[in-house]
Each structure stands twice: as structure tokens, then as C-alpha cells.
């Protein structure tokens, strides 16, 4: 590539998005600590005054809260106050019990995640998914649309690059398309994202955390030193909870201090591929491409109960929740324009004891009916004789579908079992 066209890569998370979410649902919730998790006993409920006939809502709190749930996300308050994403719901209610607990409603996120992907690409196209609320964009060579070079906001990357001239245009036109693709996020969906924009994925995704929430962060290699190599390993996407302690007894906690180690130091403590690896992440290097399509191996839908229940005494709440799993597993398919010809159970006992059950069918299908029956079928080669903490539904073996979906006979027999 041309000196003169350095490769730009951007990085797209949406800021607290679920909880952002529910707070265009509920703009009376701005500025408190929410946390979404709940499940459907925690949904608002309308309070109507007999007086003026104003209808106004009460919304449950973590105070009290009694069951197995964890925290999706957090509003930035809620975040202030030591709560974060994946706490369990009783820790999160000892630490701030009178946090806003509000339940998921998943059809609604996915919804935003396809308006403000649809937004991003009036702006730019090549485009690699990466989950419900964040992507990777290339912006080489991007132009900004028009309107978008009549605004000049100030933004968190400052208005000095430390880049040589050659480069400098390429940053500067760089910023005018990240600054429109925020704006489109915005008027699209009435959300705010931060962006990253860097030579490569890894430092992308380092600069779109660097100044959330609405920010937008330039990263060029010469900033490396200055805005990296501070920051804690864990910062690296890659570096988990267990290789940060084993870096940390070797007295390795921020990115700088990583990136003093020699490679072959890192090698013989870490293994050959992942000592490398940690050696050219610390150093910014990275040369995975922006990948705009690939083949999903499967999907999934499950859920964790608030309590364990009992396949004989709950067996119309397990009933309910199995078939909507089936349900919604068969629309991701949909959606996605795929079939499937695996189709899987998997459940978790109050033992902790998990068993997965797979059916090959014949024809591959999306069909929810189907998915039912044969995930059903599943189910009868399991022994319930404990209460069940998870319940979850897979399909494997995907291939693209073509022509209508094959129906099942509406008379066909639901299995037994629930």
C-alpha cells in the first residue's frame, strides 16, 4: 500500500447498548443506575393516579432481589457504583440495592443492532460483524459524504496528529468519516457509539474504549507509547483473566511493561503462538483483515432459571420456555437465510451437571415446529430426575437455504415429555 495511504481501520461499539436501549423505551431512567437482567416478573408496571388519570410507571429495583440472574449491562451510573456486565444480580443488590433492575427484551436489541448497522453502511460497506453491538469497519480510502465536511465538532483525539505530512490527509479525511458514521448511528437509532479508528483491528479496538462513552479516538503507531502502553495487559483483547495473574507474578501489569519483554522470553513462559502473539500485541501489530463474510457453524439460544424447577412439578413453565427457544432459534435462522440439519438439547442440573443430546435430521429445516419436535425427541434420551438450572437449544450443520422451507404436518405428534 502506498505510503501516502496509510491502512485505516475503525472500530464501532455501541455504548452501553442495551441499557441505552431500554432508556429510549424509559427517558424518565437518564441519569439514574439501571441494570439490565431481570426477567419478566421485573417489568415496569403503569401506575395510574385516580385523581388526574396520569399515568406514570414503577420500576423494580435490585433491593431484595432473590435468584440466580446476572447483569447483561449497566448504565455508566450503575457502572460508577461498582456494578458491571455478568455480576450476579445478588451481588450487584448488596453493593447498590436501589439500582433500577430492569428485564431483557432481546427482540428490541436486535432490532436497534440491525437499524444502526444499516446506518453505518450509507457511510462505509466493508463491514465485518462481530456481535449485536459492535464491528470492525476498513476506512482506507473512504470518503466522507459531503454534509459531513461542514461540521467541525471537537472530539477526544484532539485536533494535533503526531504523523508525518504524507499521512496527515489521510487522518484528517479519516475523522470526517467517523464523525459522519456517528451521526448516522445517531439519527438512526438515537444511540451513541464510540469509534476507534488505527492501523490495525487490535489498536482499534484498544482506541474505541479509550474515551467512551460518544467518543471518537484517532490512534496512530506514534501514539503507541503515549496511549497504550499505560493502559493494564488486560486492555489487550486477547488477554484474558488468567494469563493477566501469570503476568502479573512475573511482574507484568501494563501494556508497556509487556512490551519490554523479549520475544523470546514470552515464548518460553507463554508457548511458541501465543508468546509471539503477546510480543507483536504489545508492540501494536496486527495484520488480520476487516473479514465482511463468514459462514456461522452454529446457533444457539439458552437461558439460565431464576430457581431450579422440577421437570414434573414446572413442567408447563419448562414446556413454555422450550418451545420459545425452538421459536427463536428458528427465526435467527430465518433471518440469516440458513437451515439446518443438527438440532440440539442442552440442559444443566441443579448439580451443576450438564448433558447435551444431538438428532440429525434428513432434510435440513428453519422451521420451529421441527426444531421442536426433533430437539423434543432429544429430550426423551435424558434422564429428569433432578430440577434443571439451564435449559438451551443449538442447531448445527448450516448450509444457505434455497426455495421455501419444508412445513411439518400441523397434525404431527409433540413429544411427550414437556
Known amino acids: 500500500m502506498s505510503a501516502t495511504i496509510p491502512r485505516l481501520i475503525a472500530h464501532l461499539d455501541m455504548d452501553a447498548f442495551y441499557a441505552s436501549v431500554e432508556l429510549l423505551r424509559y427517558p424518565e431512567l437518564r441519569g439514574r443506575a439501571v441494570v439490565i437482567g431481570g426477567g419478566r416478573r421485573h417489568q415496569p408496571e403503569s ?69 444502526f448497522k444499516a446506518a453505518v453502511r450509507t457511510v462505509a460497506t466493508t463491514i465485518e460483524d462481530r456481535g449485536i453491538d459492535e464491528i470492525y469497519l476498513d ?158 457453524k452454529t446457533m444457539s439460544r439458552e437461558t439460565t432459571f431464576e430457581r431450579d424447577l422440577s421437570p414434573k412439578l414446572d413442567r408447563d413453565e419448562l414446556s413454555r420456555v422450550f418451545t420459545e427457544l425452538c421459536a427463536d ?18 440442559l444443566r442440573f441443579d448439580n451443576f451437571k450438564t448433558v447435551t443430546r444431538v438428532q440429525t435430521i434428513e432434510t435440513p429445516t428453519s422451521d420451529a415446529q421441527t426444531i421442536r419436535r426433533t430437539a423434543g425427541e432429544c429430550l426423551k434420551r435424558v434422564t429428569l430426575d433432578r430440577r434443571i438450572r439451564l435449559l438451551g437449544v443449538r442447531v448445527d450443520n448450516l448450509s444457505s437455504s434455497s426455495g421455501p422451507v419444508t412445513r411439518p404436518d400441523d397434525a404431527a405428534p409433540e413429544p411427550s415429555l414437556w
Open 47 to 115: 401506575i395510574v393516579d385516580p385523581e388526574t388519570g396520569q399515568t406514570t410507571r414503577r420500576f423494580s429495583t435490585l433491593r431484595g432481589y432473590r435468584g440466580r440472574g446476572v447483569a447483561t449491562t449497566a448504565t455508566y451510573e450503575a457502572r460508577a457504583l461498582g456494578l458491571h456486565s455478568a455480576m450476579p444480580l445478588m451481588r450487584a443488590a448488596a453493593l447498590a440495592p436501589d439500582t433500577i433492575l430492569l428485564p431483557n427484551d432481546f427482540d428490541e436489541y436486535r432490532r436497534h443492532s440491525h437499524l
Open 139 to 296: 476506512l482506507t480510502g473512504v470518503e466522507a459524504p459531503r454534509d459531513a465536511l461542514l461540521v467541525r465538532e471537537t472530539d477526544s483525539e484532539g485536533s494535533a496528529l503526531d504523523v508525518g505530512a504524507e499521512e496527515y490527509e489521510a487522518w484528517r479525511k479519516v475523522r470526517d468519516v467517523a464523525r459522519a458514521i456517528k451521526r448516522a448511528v445517531h439519527a438512526a437509532t438515537g444511540l451513541t457509539c464510540s469509534i476507534g479508528v488505527a492501523p490495525n483491528k487490535l489498536l482499534a479496538k484498544i482506541a474505541s474504549e479509550l474515551d467512551k462513552p460518544d467518543g471518537l479516538t484517532l490512534l496512530p503507531m506514534s501514539a503507541l507509547e503515549r496511549r497504550v502502553w499505560p493502559l493494564p495487559v488486560r486492555k489487550i483483547n486477547g488477554v484474558g483473566p488468567k494469563s493477566a495473574r501469570k503476568l502479573e507474578g512475573f511482574g507484568i501489569k501494563t501494556v508497556g511493561d509487556l512490551a519490554e519483554r523479549e520475544a523470546g522470553w514470552l515464548v518460553e513462559h507463554f508457548g511458541a503462538h501465543y508468546g509471539a502473539w503477546l510480543a507483536d500485541a504489545s508492540h501494536g501489530r496486527d495484520d488480520r483483515d476487516v473479514v465482511t463474510y463468514s459462514e456461522p
Open 329 to 346: 432459534v428458528a427465526d435467527d435462522l430465518s433471518r440469516s437465510g440458513y437451515v439446518a440439519k443438527t438440532i440440539g438439547l442442552k
